[in-house]
């Protein structure tokens, strides 16, 4: 059986012959950013470059009023990341985009969670709402419980990272784990190669962070307190405060000895 090259399966997805990823001879990150950069302007210069469809306008968003793209994300570089909080492999890949985040905080770059359900009791909002508040995602999130982004798209696997210009082309989609680099690198890019030709617009999203207003986490002095642990010899508790980072300990003289 043969098998398509990597380059070949990146002509066929994005009409390019030239896939990206990798480095250049000389292995420096500028030069593989050039690559980036050179990908993205010949990805722009085709017709039949993939139009990101809007938002359905009735769906539910957590972190922020609900946004369009031809509206309030115009402008901007967007990361859509494709998740369902029940996959392990999508929680993996929260520091990577917290990174991302970090590092281009003060430009025209967001990222969006595109939560996307693989089984019906994942669609509620309130477990949504929960998992945000849990691994402590501060960037808007819709739930997209019909999997329409999804489908046209055409994502396949969990988690999946679609790469939008500031005119809404989709200029890549990444899938799994381990993509720090590449999206770094391509966010990078798409950054110095728009914002050369004044289509960057800084304009802050406006956020409404879920974690301000939930009365739970104003009123307990536990944050999703993960597992419980009994010394009983010392009557003795401890609670792992996950979210806080730390474990509590208590000194309980109720706890009876066995």
């Known amino acids: 059986m043969q098998y398509a090259s990597p380059k070949a399966i990146w002509n066929l997805l994005f009409g390019t012959s030239s896939p990206p990823f990798g480095q250049n001879e000389d292995g420096t990150r500028s030069s593989r950013i050039q690559q980036f950069i050179n990908y993205?302007?010949?990805?722009?210069?085709?017709?039949?470059?993939?139009?990101?469809?809007?938002?359905?306008?009735?769906?539910?968003?957590?972190n922020t009023a609900p946004l369009q793209l031809r509206r309030d994300l115009e402008g901007k570089v967007v990361l859509l990341d494709f998740w369902t909080y029940c996959c392990?492999?999508?929680?993996?890949?929260?520091?990577?985009l917290e990174f991302?985040?970090?590092?281009?905080?003060?430009?025209?770059?967001?990222?969006?969670?595109?939560?996307?359900?693989?089984?019906?009791?994942?669609?509620?909002?309130?477990?949504?709402?929960?998992?945000?508040?849990?691994?402590?995602?501060t960037h808007p999130v819709v739930n997209d419980g019909d999997m329409y982004m999804w489908r046209e798209l055409g994502i396949n696997s969990w988690p999946t990272f679609a790469i939008i210009g500031p005119t809404g082309k989709l200029l890549a989609q990444l899938a799994g784990e381990c993509r720090r680099k590449d999206l770094d690198d391509l966010v990078e890019a798409a950054?110095?190669?728009?914002?050369?030709?004044?289509?960057?617009?800084?304009?802050?999203?406006?956020?409404?962070?879920?974690?301000?207003?939930?009365?739970?986490l104003l009123k307990s002095p536990l944050k999703f307190p993960g597992k419980l642990a009994v010394d009983v010899f010392n009557k003795r508790l401890f609670i792992s405060d996950s979210n806080h980072n730390r474990i509590v300990g208590y000194l309980s003289l109720s706890i009876p000895l066995l």
Not at 45 to 50: E, F, L, V
Not at 107 to 121: E, I, R
Not at 193 to 205: A, E, F, N, V
Request: charged share 30%; aromatic share 8%; hydrophobic share 35%.
């Open 191 to 216: 950054l110095l190669y728009y914002g050369k030709r004044k289509l960057l617009d800084s304009t802050p999203i406006p956020l409404n962070l879920e974690k301000d207003n939930d009365p739970r």
């Open 100 to 137: 991302l985040e970090k590092k281009y905080k003060d430009m025209p770059f967001t990222v969006v969670g595109v939560h996307s359900a693989k089984f019906d009791n994942e669609k509620d909002l309130e477990a949504i709402r929960n998992a945000v508040l849990r691994y402590g995602i």
């Open 88 to 96: 392990i492999n999508c929680m993996h890949v929260l520091p990577d």
């Open 40 to 62: 993205i302007a010949d990805v722009e210069s085709k017709g039949n470059t993939t139009q990101v469809p809007e938002f359905p306008s009735k769906l539910d968003w957590l």
